[in-house]
T-cell receptor, first 112, second 110 residues
Framework: DGGITQSPKYLFRKEGQNVTLSCEQN?????MYWYRQDPGQGLRLIYY???????QKGDIAEGYSVSREKKESFPLTVTSAQKNPTAYYLC???????????FGNGTRLTVT | GESVGLHLPTLSVQEGDNSIINCAYS??????FIWYKQESGKGPQFIID?????DKRQGQRVTVLLNKTVKHLSLQIAATQPGDSAVYFC?????????FGAGTTVTVRA
């Protein structure tokens, strides 16, 4: 059963702590993406990677970091430098080129 | 940067009627467009896509129309069902990066 797995579904952290969100795909897709979704807004691109060991900043990369050591995995770290980290985080993957993104079911992060 | 937007944040439709969801985009260089459906607590789900060399594409109960002259995209849903209640997003692709609009919340009335 191919797809994208994000874990956990809900995550709670104290302000000042770094937190890493997991994203795994078994679709054999080369490209992976992280988006942030806030209420009443569309999805905003944080980081993306088109190949292992390479990634690019999206529109709102400040306060986040990623790694792409394996094709299947693209973890996102929300650092303490992110001023407003509470949000719904969505991971996606696709084949290279103009093709639809396949999304996971997201991780809802709450920082207090 | 340029972004995709939707004309209306909400749409209420009678069950069985046709729905039309509109989207305006501003980047004339965008060459690929996608409609997604998002249900509560889930990630966006692909509905249908269209490339810039086309002006219409049909799927099962859905049709996407692209008007490049006025930079307008629409999604038509035929015979709307309760399961169609969701938030619908249009997205445009430029350099293989997708930009999303704010979404339209569709509510189907019984």
């Amino acid at each position: 059963d191919g797809g994208i797995t994000q874990s956990p579904k809900y995550l709670f952290r104290k302000e000042g702590q770094n937190v890493t969100l997991s994203c795994e795909q078994n679709l054999n897709h080369d490209a992976m993406y992280w988006y942030r979704q806030d209420p009443g807004q569309g999805l905003r691109l944080i980081y993306y990677s088109q190949i292992v060991n390479d990634f690019q900043k999206g529109d709102i990369a400040e306060g986040y970091s990623v790694s792409r050591e394996k094709k299947e995995s693209f973890p996102l770290t929300v650092t303490s430098a992110q001023k407003n980290p509470t949000a719904y985080y969505l991971c996606a993957s696709s084949i290279i080129g103009d093709s639809p993104l396949h999304f996971g079911n997201g991780t809802r992060l709450t920082v207090t | 940067g340029e972004s995709v937007g939707l004309h209306l944040p909400t749409l209420s439709v009678q069950e069985g009627d046709n729905s039309i969801i509109n989207c305006a985009y501003s980047n004339s260089a965008s060459d690929y467009f996608i409609w997604y459906k998002q249900e509560s607590g889930k990630g966006p789900q692909f509905i249908i896509d269209i490339r810039s060399n086309m002006d219409k594409r049909q799927g099962q109960r859905v049709t996407v129309l692209l008007n490049k002259t006025v930079k307008h995209l629409s999604l038509q849903i035929a015979a709307t069902q309760p399961g169609d209640s969701a938030v619908y997003f249009c997205a445009e692709s430029n350099d293989y990066k997708l930009s999303f609009g704010a979404g339209t919340t569709v509510t189907v009335r019984a």
